[in-house]
């Protein structure tokens, strides 16, 4: 489920980079630097989907769209088995800050590595958490 949601985002954002505008960018960065400030896990999370989601909207693609609401919800019953997601924020955030930055200075190039890594942490750390919940079992 997770490499395939990596192998769609990134082809949304190759398709859709073009169409993303500053507002966009300062909506998603502003959500994000004060939920990550105020530690309000919840309004975190919601700035994660909506920065994921853009790249998928910008394409216009609604079948897209919805393939990847459905790997969504199948990533969102994984996350969900842990309470891990606190003791990810500061790396998530960070993470998401490059992509930004990626995305505000134009850079195609830049917007998809930052993302591509972004995704394979995202991958290596619920593998982890997965095993961690399993071993406690």
Known sequence: VLGLRQLLELHALEKGFDNIDEEDIDRIERASK?????QELSA???????LHRL????TGNKRLMGFVN?????IERISRV?????KYLTDSYHEHMAIIAALRSHDRTAST???RKH???VEKRTLDTLAEVDLKK
């Open 119 to 121: 995704l394979g942490l």
């Open 34 to 38: 004060t939920a990550f400030e105020k």
């Open 70 to 74: 459905t790997l969504n919800s199948q």
């Open 82 to 86: 842990s309470e891990q997601y606190l």
């Open 44 to 50: 975190y999370h919601k700035a994660d989907r909506a």
């Open 113 to 115: 590595a930052a993302l």
């Open 55 to 58: 790249f998928v909207e910008k």
